[in-house]
């Protein structure tokens, strides 16, 4: 799961995790270059029309969340965040 959490492509994933994993991955750091070939990526790996929407809504989902949040200046709650000094967690000024 750590390793998950800090770079899923050295991960060891079945394919079809290693599909949606990649297409979230582009989808949130690059969205404008997402591509036909991308979905296409899915399909081959296995996934239905309806798990590429539900891939694709629960990514753009949680990256609309975000940024609402980040714009408005609200931090992470208390139970949300990591343990001190593991690096991840938010700071607000």
Same mark, same amino acid.
Not at 32 to 46: F, K, P, T
Not at 51 to 75: K, P
């Given at each position: ?13 079945? +394919? ?14 690059? +969205? ?23 891939? =694709?809504? !629960?990514?753009? $989902? $949680?990256? $609309?969340? =975000? ?6 200046? !609200?931090?992470?709650?208390? $139970?949300?965040?990591? +343990? ?10």
């Amino acid at each position: 799961m750590a390793q998950l959490a800090a770079d899923h492509t050295a991960a060891q994933l079945p +394919p079809r995790q290693r599909a949606m994993l990649d297409y979230a991955a582009k989808l949130t750091r690059e +969205p404008w270059s997402v591509r036909e070939i991308d979905v296409a990526a899915l399909r081959e790996a296995g996934l239905s029309d309806r798990d590429i929407l539900d891939v =694709n809504q !629960v990514t753009a $989902y $949680y990256a $609309y969340a =975000n940024r609402v949040a980040d714009g408005l200046g !609200v931090g992470v709650d208390a $139970y949300v965040a990591s +343990p001190p000094g593991k690096g991840t967690e938010r700071k607000r000024k």
